[in-house]
């Protein structure tokens, strides 16, 4: 790494220091009154134990004996300072940990918040894994040098003092000893030259080692399936092996880094003591004095340290900041308007006017026009790729149209406040998530709704009779991700948990493709006979769904090859016909019974 790279990255490191004092003054104050009080209490200590030794050790020697008050003294003033030393430890480390534990509380929130309000064509560009890495591997990394911080910070003066004191002593061994100082400076200088790169590296590595373990639990079931376990653990063993080797990189740079940095103060005392011998001798210094030297050379070690184990994790800290800001930064969002909606508890009217919309390998939409009155069901139909769930997401704005609008009450969505379309519509998947949670709880997600309305929304989405049957009711755990309850028993939940809500517009993205046919009748007859004020828009592609909605849309290549009454396209559009023929099991057009 370069010199300036190298000065960036020290630049880059303060700067997350200063950011986090200003963010979490309090503990930053107390651990570094600690530190403050430790310092003194260090100095101080050296100064008793030069003191004992003149005036308490080295007269018992020459006499012989020694006095019992002579002893207590001695030891009381030993004991009061190491207490006050120990004091000071307490609040430093108080502080300290939770100066940098809040910290990262707050930064995960930050970051989790941010994923919130992103796009979802931001979170379709980013792995997983990569995203679980920013909000914990990287926040912890980034706070990782706050723990030392207060002492680094705290015991500078105590530097100050000591090196001022030992001046005073005698500046021959001052500058016998203080030979480490330069040292270290360029020790620290190599080490985040050296540990810079690595720690990049090792950041990403740990972010593809999470998206590929992330990965492989949820494709758990087609890793089984297709007997991939060995392929799966191959890709797992290349990732974390080249994790392991940055580690063990990083480890190794630090292992010749740490001992050194541990060696220097020793040495240093050991070249003190050796010169001070000889200054003994001389006359030139005492007895007590040496030891006070020499005990304030070794406890100067400690705040050297903390100063170097800031400095050799600041390449860790700094990398883990930029893939954090990176979030923090990014400016996918969907800005909201002011308005609200005026359709106050009736049906919503639905505008879908000249859309244009496509993802990064081309346009998917072209010049789309729907409108759907209060109060109708329209099924969207149209084979694979030709826009059906766009369409869906666009209703629901999890994106926005590249040309045209989607409209609510003739109110362009993105004219709506924040809040306002999931308190109006409701979006239901065909890939069904449950989480780990009652049934009840995944029902309401939390929002206060009564027993009678849980049931009556179960009793709608024919979920009602299988929830009854399970051993405690609604209040039986479903498992991770749902995976107690059946395909088709995990979709009517999702659609409880949409029907809840009284929606004034039902999205349903082929939401019942996994339940028997006949349920899914009568979960749509019954959807359009309850007296609840919603407008139904539902993808679909079993001739009996489609054959109760009011209008049809037939999609072809991103626009509308045809609308009107099923039995209006049946008669005028073979395309049509072809496609939804394939879903019947003997390939036929003919109408279903409607008995």
Not at 15 to 27: T, V
Not at 285 to 297: A, C, D, N
Not at 573 to 592: M, Q, T, W
Request: overall charge negative; glycine content about 10%.
């Amino acid at each position: 790494m370069s010199t300036t790279s190298d000065r960036r990255v020290i630049r880059r490191g303060f700067g997350i220091l200063k950011m986090s004092i200003r963010l979490q003054p309090k503990p930053f104050a107390v651990g570094l009154l600690g530190a403050a009080l430790y310092a003194s209490m260090t100095v101080a200590e050296a100064v008793v134990l030069g003191r004992v030794t003149d005036e308490v050790i080295v007269p018992a020697f020459a006499r012989g004996s020694t006095t019992t008050g002579t002893l207590v003294l001695a030891v009381s003033a030993i004991l009061g300072v190491a207490l006050l030393k120990g004091t000071g430890v307490i609040f430093r480390r108080a502080g300290a940990f939770a100066m940098q534990y809040r910290l990262q509380a707050h930064f995960r929130k930050e970051v989790t918040e941010q994923y919130q309000r992103l796009s979802m064509e931001w979170h379709r560009r980013h792995p997983t894994g990569e995203l679980l890495s920013n909000a914990n591997s990287d926040v912890e990394g980034t706070f990782w040098i706050i723990a030392p911080l207060p002492l680094a910070c705290g015991v500078m003066f105590m530097v100050v003092i000591s090196l001022g004191l030992l001046i005073a002593t005698d500046p021959v061994l001052t500058a016998i000893g203080g030979f480490m100082i330069p040292v270290l400076v360029m020790l620290s200088h190599f080490y985040n030259q050296r540990a810079n790169a690595v720690a990049t590296r090792a950041q990403e590595y740990r972010a593809e080692v999470s998206g590929v373990a992330h990965e492989s639990f949820d494709g758990a079931l087609v890793i089984k399936t297709l007997g991939l376990e060995s392929e799966e653990t191959a890709r797992f063993r290349d990732k974390s092996h080249r994790l392991r080797d940055e580690l063990i990189h990083l480890g190794t740079i630090r292992a010749v880094f740490d001992p050194l940095l541990e060696a220097l103060p020793n040495i240093a005392v050991l070249a003190v003591l050796l010169a001070g011998t000889a200054r003994i001798g001389s006359g030139d210094l005492t007895t007590g004095e040496l030891v006070q030297f020499s005990y304030l050379f070794t406890q100067l070690s400690f705040p050297v340290r903390a100063v170097g184990w800031i400095l050799g994790d600041m390449p860790r800290a700094v990398v883990g900041w930029e893939r954090v800001k990176r979030v923090l930064d990014a400016s996918d969002r969907l800005p909201y308007g002011t308005s609200g909606l005026s359709g106050d508890g009736a049906s919503a009217e639905v505008g879908v006017d000249g859309v244009v919309f496509g993802y990064e390998d081309g346009e998917v939409l072209k010049g789309v026009d729907v409108h759907v009155t209060p109060g109708r069901t329209i099924a969207v139909v149209g084979p694979t790729g030709s826009g059906k769930s766009t369409i869906a997401n666009l209703l629901l704005r999890l994106a926005d149209p590249h040309v045209g609008a989607v409209k609510l009450d003739d109110q362009d969505l993105r004219e709506l406040k924040q809040g306002v379309i999931p308190s109006s519509a409701a979006l239901v998947f065909q890939e069904s998530f449950l989480f780990d949670d009652t049934v009840r709880g995944n029902i309401t997600l939390g929002d206060d709704y009564t027993d009678e309305e849980v049931e009556a929304a179960a009793k709608l989405a024919q979920a009602h009779r299988f929830i009854s049957a399970l051993p405690q009711g609604y209040d039986t755990i479903v498992g991770e991700r749902g995976t107690t309850l059946s395909g088709g028993q995990r979709q009517r939940v999702a659609l409880a948990r949409a029907l809840v809500k009284r929606p004034r517009l039902l999205v349903m993205d082929d939401a019942t493709s996994s339940v028997d046919p006949t349920v899914e009748q009568d979960i749509l007859r019954g959807l359009k006979e309850a007296e609840l004020p919603f407008t139904v828009v539902v993808i679909a592609y079993r001739r009996a769904t489609i054959a109760l909605a009011d209008e049809v849309v037939f999609l072809q290549r991103g626009t509308i090859a045809a609308r009107g009454p099923h039995h209006q396209l049946v008669a005028e559009n073979d395309a049509y016909v072809k496609l939804i023929s394939a879903y019947d099991p003997d390939g036929s057009a003919r109408e279903p019974s409607q008995a």
